[in-house]
């Protein structure tokens, strides 16, 4: 054999020795993912119940909530019908805002036997949706209450807001209440308390300076001690009309001393109006 051919010949066998050993020694491939996949998906059991369904988490997002609670809806307005009223919570204060982890999602969709893909945040930061009143609204809105409430000689000087007031957007003016005032002739600062609400209760107060002038009329008590009233008494299947006199001063709703005209017996009684009472 010539020295070429020899050569082309050693080369040729080297090769395939490598060849064969390299195919003796080499591990096997792994099979590729979708059979794996599709093998899994055979060894389920069909009667397994459903996992969570897959979420797709991204950035922090936020919403506005329009309402006391907060429903899935407003956080996934995405979300399948059957999870858009799932409730996840109270609302946030006016002013504040409330954290809705990922995990609390897939919770409640999970809940909701929701199975679809759905894509929320890794957080979610929920804040209420809010309207303002101006301190103008705000008088406007006191003033006929506090006059309302005002026993006769005592007047109205001015309503002096401290501060605009932000409350949900849902609430309105519900009602203002005025502390017990004084006997007392001459000017007098009280300080009022407004509420508003909404249908599921009082959401905010807010306490209101008011100015007041109490004049002579409204310094003494509504009814002053010797006066006479009409008394009444219902309990226990028994209904008595008499009359009695007063022992000591009394303001309407006050429970007062009252001696019974016909008796001369000392009993307590809750002036009703500055003509009558109830007896206790």
């Known amino acids: ?5 020899r050569a082309l ?35 389920e059991d069909k009667g397994a119940k459903p996992e969570a369904p897959s979420v797709t988490q991204n950035t922090i997002a936020q919403v506005t909530i329009h309402g006391p ?26 002013g504040q805002s409330r954290t809705i982890t990922g995990t609390e999602i ?7 036997n929701v199975t679809d893909d ?14 303002t009143i101006t301190i103008a609204e705000f008088v406007l809105l006191a003033e006929p209450e506090v006059k309302r409430s005002l026993r006769p000689g005592v007047e109205l000087k001015s309503i002096i807001p401290m501060r605009e007031v932000v409350i949900p957007e849902e609430a309105s003016f519900k009602s203002l209440t005025m502390p017990e005032l004084p006997r007392q002739k ?3 600062r009280a300080m009022a308390t407004a509420e508003f609400s909404d ?3 009082t959401l905010v107060r807010v306490l209101l300076p008011v100015q007041l002038d109490i004049t002579e009329q409204a310094s003494h008590a509504d009814v002053t001690k010797g006066s006479r009233v009409s008394a009444s008494y219902n309990g226990k299947g028994l209904q008595i009309e008499t009359a009695g006199v007063t022992i000591t001063d009394g303001n309407v709703g006050d429970t007062i001393s ?21 007896i206790l």
């Open 258 to 278: 009252l001696q019974i005209t016909a008796t001369k017996k000392v009993v307590r009684a809750k002036l009703i109006t500055a003509e009558s009472a109830e």
């Open 69 to 94: 609670r907060i429903l899935l809806g407003e956080v996934i307005p995405s979300a399948p019908n059957a999870a858009q009223s799932v409730d996840l919570g109270a609302s946030p204060a006016p």
């Open 9 to 43: 010949a050693l080369v040729f066998l080297t090769t395939a020795i490598a060849g064969s050993a390299d195919a003796r020694g080499r591990k096997p491939k792994k099979a590729p993912r979708e059979a794996v996949a599709a093998t899994h998906e055979a060894k």
């Open 1 to 5: 054999m010539k020295p070429n051919m």
């Open 199 to 201: 249908t599921t209760g």
């Open 106 to 112: 897939r919770q409640a969709l999970a809940k909701a």
């Open 186 to 188: 001459g000017g007098f």
């Open 118 to 131: 759905v894509t929320v945040a890794l957080q979610t930061r929920a804040v209420r949706a809010t309207k």
